[in-house]
């Protein structure tokens, strides 16, 4: 009988200790999964401006042309004035 009750008494020690084991873990899995789920918006949030940023380049180097080409025509109209 004093056997049994020493057993039960060890098992009694390491109940504490294994519950909170298991619940750390399960609170460390949730965790990661929303770490995980806001890096995930994260990155297709970046994905987004990184899109958004390639148009933005196109769109000012289309300007900058139109830019060049109206400059190109009134220095070219300047020039043709001044030469008559």
């Known amino acids: 009988m004093n056997i049994s009750k020493n057993t039960i008494s060890n098992y009694i020690h390491w109940v504490p200790l294994i519950v909170t084991v298991v619940f750390a873990l399960f609170a460390f899995t949730i965790q990661w999964g929303v770490v995980n789920a ?20 196109s769109i000012y180097g289309d ?22």
């Open 63 to 84: 300007i900058e042309r139109r830019v060049a080409f109206l400059e190109g025509m009134t220095s070219s109209s300047k020039e043709h004035k001044d030469s008559k």
């Open 38 to 57: 806001r890096l995930d918006g994260v990155e297709k949030r970046l994905d987004e401006l990184l899109v958004e940023s390639r148009a933005m380049r």
